[in-house]
């Protein structure tokens, strides 16, 4: 009867959950990445699709309908899973209302036939029985003519280039390639910007994106592009991909971070949220430094994360200045030496705070420090003495987590005996 309750989007999308395999942990962004894909939620003026689709996935939750598994720093679902129970009933109701058709072995281990109709629409398959299934329908008796309708897809193998043929998908939105290539890149051709409907692109190791050889005015739909090397934030590419909201470059960084470099191409994002800054830290001679231009051009972002960056840490306080600023990721020495004395007045939105693998040794700082800081966490900085008492002062700070940070576990007690007092 609740389920009848809900609204008709909302049916569908809980129906689509069905498709992943029981007692699966369903990672929030890839549900809702199909879900848009499927066209499952239809858009509105005041909301993104992907902003849609959260509020969707919370009521779920919330209804009790999804089992939430992971949590997410500032809060957000991470990954969910279905009851077991419920994941019967989707199938079920899912293949009556023609959402999609599941493919599976009959008692005497014989798989399902397909109708014409089933063709026609979403074809769920166990993983264990995917081998067996295409063997009685050869992948050869297909044409790219009938993948270009695709619009997600996910690969994993060993390639040093993604094939021109890419180029063909026009409907893909999602692109996720994993490959295990030797090589420290994964060279893509200019096909890549054919495929106008892109929107997310993901590789497991950076890709070389490719200069434009002709001019458009057509802007590219790519939001996501993580993660690419720092040659190819040239101003051509970043242009033709000008609504990018989160961008991830990892590689040499001693470059791009001159004044010269490629950071100054980053003024062409203009609605940019999220930046990550990997650093090849192997065979570094060169100290490297936030150059000033840095915090004009990254002046939207809301979530930034450095890794293996190796700042001083007095140039940490001057991230205070960014005021969108609301989660800041310092991971595996981000920055380099064994004090950080932020200045009051910074911060102002920050929420999140992640150190992770710092050399710190004394951290002091107020609650103006920080003054709507939210979570707290440090990793692995086991040469910390101890977390800023000050800090207990902060009134929206609810979550501290400290895992192999030792020394500063007496002090977050203390914060927390000074917060919630023993009667």
């Given amino acids: 009867m609740s389920y009848d309750r809900l ?17 699966f942990d369903i990672p929030s962004w890839k549900l809702i990445r199909m879900w848009i894909v499927e066209g499952l939620t239809k858009p509105q003026q005041t909301y993104a699709l992907e902003e849609i689709d ?18 997410r720093s500032n809060g957000q679902i991470k990954a ?13 109701e899912a293949t009556n209302k023609w959402l999609f058709h599941e493919i599976c072995k009959t008692p005497d281990n014989v798989i399902s036939s397909i109708q014409d109709q089933d063709t026609r629409h979403r074809l769920c398959i166990e993983p264990s029985i995917l081998y067996d299934f295409l063997a009685t329908r050869p992948l050869q008796n297909m044409t790219l003519t009938n993948y270009f309708i695709l619009r997600y897809i996910a690969i994993s193998g060993d390639f040093k280039v993604l ?42 190791i950076p890709a070389k994106l490719p200069s434009l050889t002709t001019t458009t005015l057509k802007a590219s739909c790519l939001q996501t592009l993580s993660m690419v090397s720092p040659e190819s934030c040239k101003k051509d590419v970043l242009a033709k991909a000008c609504n990018l909201k989160k961008l991830s470059i990892r590689g040499q960084m ?61 140039e940490a306080d001057r991230l205070g200045q960014l005021e969108s600023l609301e989660v800041l990721k310092l991971k595996e020495n981000a920055f380099m030496g ?24 004394t951290w002091e700082a107020s609650n103006l420090c920080f003054p709507i800081l939210r979570h707290l966490v ?46």
């Avoid at 959260?54 to 949590?71: G, S, V």
């Avoid at 969910?80 to 079920?92: A, I, N, T, V």
């Avoid at 064994?338 to 040794?361: K, M």
């Fill in 54 to 71: 959260e509020l969707h996935l919370n009521d779920l939750a919330k209804r009790n309908y999804l089992i939430l598994m992971q949590k």
């Fill in 338 to 361: 064994d004090t950080w004395r932020p200045e009051v007045g910074g911060f102002s939105q920050l929420q999140i705070l992640w150190i992770e693998r710092a050399e710190l040794e």
């Fill in 7 to 23: 609204p008709q989007e909302v049916q569908t999308c809980f129906l689509y959950c069905g498709v992943f395999p029981r007692g």
């Fill in 163 to 204: 094939s021109p043929t890419f180029g063909t998908f026009w409907n893909l939105q999602t692109l996720i390639l994993n490959t295990s290539t030797s090589e420290p890149t994964i060279d893509v051709k200019e096909e890549i910007w054919n495929m106008l409907e892109l929107r997310h692109l993901h590789t497991n």
């Fill in 254 to 314: 001693v470059a791009f971070l001159e004044t010269r470099g490629g950071i100054s191409n980053l003024e062409e994002l203009k609605f940019m949220e999220h930046l990550k800054l990997l650093n090849d830290a192997l065979y570094m001679n060169k100290l490297l430094h936030l150059p000033p231009e840095f915090f004009r051009l990254v002046r939207t972002v809301k979530k930034l994360t450095f890794a293996n960056t190796k700042f001083p840490w007095s």
């Fill in 80 to 92: 969910c899973r279905l009851h077991d129970k419920l994941h019967e009933f989707c199938r079920k």
């Fill in 378 to 423: 440090l990793v692995s900085c086991d040469k910390l003495n101890a977390v800023p008492l000050e800090l207990a002062d902060i009134p929206n700070l609810h979550e501290m987590q400290l895992d192999n940070t030792s020394k500063a576990v007496k002090s977050a007690k203390d914060i927390l005996n000074v917060r919630h007092p023993k009667t």
